[in-house]
Structure formats: C-alpha cells, structure tokens
C-alpha cells in the first residue's frame, strides 16, 4: 500500500501509477522498469508568463509527490527522473 499523496492532476495521475508499478516489481519479477509520461503545454510562445507558472508547479508538485513515493518504498537511490 502506497501512502504517498499525490496532487489531483494530469502527471500527478500518472506518477502515481508508476509508483504502484514499482511497488509491484517483486510481485511482476520486474528487475529494471522504463517508464514515460509527460504533460503537454510548455510550448506557450508568447504567454508564458501567465501559462508557465501553473505547468511549472504541477511539474513541481508532482515529482515531489513521486520522489516522496520512492523514499516511502525505499529505491529512491535507484531511481532517475
């Protein structure tokens, strides 16, 4: 069971799943594990300063959801994002 909160968005969903995923490397005889995900919006042109900000801290929000989630199950020193 993971007890790590994640935030309520887009990458933080998918985040969270790949939490689970690794969770259950044991149980899936998974050894090493790729995973990609990805939030979309970044290419604002010329209204980054008012789009950017909420991108950048749903970006924020949720690798420190996930970094929090590998400390909880332990591999935090083997996983990179």
Avoid: M
């Avoid at 919006?41 to 970006?59: I, K, S, Y």
Wanted: proline share 4%.
């Amino acid at each position: 069971t993971l007890t790590t909160t994640f935030p309520n968005s887009f990458l933080g969903a998918q985040l969270r799943t790949i939490a689970k995923l690794i969770a259950a490397r044991a149980t899936l005889n998974f050894r090493r594990q790729i995973f990609f995900c990805g939030i979309g919006g970044f290419d604002t042109h010329g209204d980054q300063a008012t789009e950017q900000p909420p991108l950048l801290q749903q970006l924020s929000q949720g690798l420190n959801a996930f970094y929090n989630a590998t400390v909880e199950l332990n591999v935090a020193n083997n996983v990179t994002a």
